[in-house]
C-alpha cells in the first residue's frame, strides 16, 4: 500500500490543522491505521490509530481530548484533526499501515507494515 500525508504547515499555539492521508495499493477497509510523529532528537510516537471501520479509537494521553482520527473508507482516506495544538506538538506526522487482515488498533510502530513519507507540523509560541 501506498500512503500519501498532507495537511502539515506552520500554526500558533491554540490553533488548528487536519492532517490527511490518502491511501492506494490494497482494500482500504481491511486494514487499521495510525498516526505517529518525530519530533527532533526523539524516538517516533504513537499518536492515535483507528480500526478497519472507524469504530474504534485509541489515543496517546498526551493528544487525548484535542486530537481526532478517523477515516473515510470511500475515499482512500484518513485524517487527524488537531485542535489547541502545543509547542511540544511540534514534529514530522508520519501515517501508517497494518498489514491486510489486521483489523484492530495498534499503538506499537512495529505492528504497521507501511509508512507515508511525513508531514511536518510547527507550533509557534
Known amino acids: 500500500v501506498q500512503l500519501q500525508a498532507s495537511g502539515g504547515g506552520l500554526v500558533q499555539a491554540g490553533g488548528s490543522l487536519r492532517l490527511s492521508c490518502a491511501a492506494s495499493?490494497?482494500?482500504?477497509?481491511?486494514?487499521?491505521l495510525g498516526w505517529f510523529r518525530q519530533a527532533p532528537g526523539r524516538e517516533r510516537e504513537f499518536v492515535a490509530a483507528?480500526?478497519?471501520?472507524?469504530?474504534?479509537?485509541n489515543y496517546a494521553d498526551s493528544v487525548k481530548g484535542r486530537f481526532t482520527i478517523s477515516r473515510d473508507n470511500a475515499k482512500n482516506t484518513v485524517y487527524l484533526q488537531m485542535n489547541s495544538l502545543k509547542p511540544e506538538d511540534t514534529a514530522v506526522y508520519y501515517c501508517?499501515?497494518?498489514?491486510?487482515?489486521?483489523?484492530?488498533?495498534?499503538?506499537?510502530?512495529?505492528?504497521?507494515?507501511?509508512w507515508g513519507q511525513g508531514t511536518l507540523v510547527t507550533v509557534s509560541s
Open positions: 483507528v480500526n478497519w471501520n472507524g469504530g474504534s479509537t
Open positions: 501508517a499501515a497494518r498489514d491486510s487482515g489486521y483489523r484492530i488498533t495498534s499503538s506499537y510502530r512495529e505492528h504497521y507494515d507501511f
Open positions: 495499493g490494497r482494500t482500504f477497509s481491511t486494514y487499521a
